[in-house]
Each structure stands twice: as C-alpha cells, then as structure tokens.
Nanobody, 127 residues
Framework: VQLQASGGGLVQFGGSLRLSCAAS????????IHWFRQAPGKEREGVSC??????????NYSDSVKGRFTISRDNAKNMVYLQMSSLKPEDTAVYSC???????????????????WGKGTLVTVSS
C-alpha cells in the first residue's frame, strides 16, 4: 500500500499549482485524505482534509490556506488533488498526502488516525 504526492515544483509568487495524490493498493474513495506540509526547520502542518463519501466528502482547510487552496477527489481515477492558487513564499514546503479511516470526518487537521503516509513533493514559491 502506497501513497505518492506529485505535481510540486518552482512557481512564482501569486502563481498556481495542482498537487495530486495517487495510491496503489488503496482505494482513496474509502478513506479520508489529508494534505500536510513541512517547511524547512518547521513542524508539520495540516493543510487540508477531505472526508470519504461516507462522510459526505466534507472538507476542511487551515486558516493559512483557506480561500486559496481547494481539495477535491476524482474517485474514478482514484486520485485526490490539492489546487493551490495565489501562492506565497510561506507556502514553500514538502507536501504529503495521508489516508485516514472511512469514518473520519476531517473535523481536525491534526494527524490523527492516519493509516498510510505518502511520499511528499516539494513546492517552492519564489518572491
């Protein structure tokens, strides 16, 4: 079972990127999916979460990204996305996705009940 984030890169201030979370051996539709990020020298931060269809695919965002980032699913492709817009240098970090149980409602962005951690992708925002 693996999760892999992709889509990172170098982008200018104000630009956009779409990150993808792909799975092998795991059906993402049956899991809540978190996005976390970790900047150099800083603690890991919960960015966003989308619950499973069992929990109405509810979403949650950190205050730092609310209104700029959008999390979504494509269950047919077994993918979860994080559309990032109006990027700032402080968004620079390694972004990772993680899977939580079907019943998790994403009420918290803390790394609770994580079943699978994915490998990250680096996002660098230049000023």
């Amino acid at each position: 079972v693996q999760l892999q984030a992709s889509g990172g890169g170098l982008v200018q201030f104000g630009g956009s990127l779409r990150l993808s979370c792909a799975a092998s051996g795991l059906i993402l539709e049956y899991h809540a999916i978190h996005w976390f990020r970790q900047a150099p020298g800083k603690e890991r931060e919960g960015v966003s979460c989308i619950s499973s269809s069992d929990q109405d695919e509810s979403t949650n965002y950190s205050d730092s990204v609310k209104g700029r980032f959008t999390i979504s699913r494509d269950n047919a492709k077994n993918m979860v996305y994080l559309q990032m817009s109006s990027l700032k240098p402080e968004d620079t970090a390694v972004y990772s996705c993680a899977a939580a149980p079907l019943y998790y409602d994403c009420s918290s962005l803390e790394p609770r009940l994580i079943d699978v951690w994915g490998k990250g992708t680096l996002v660098t925002v230049s000023s």
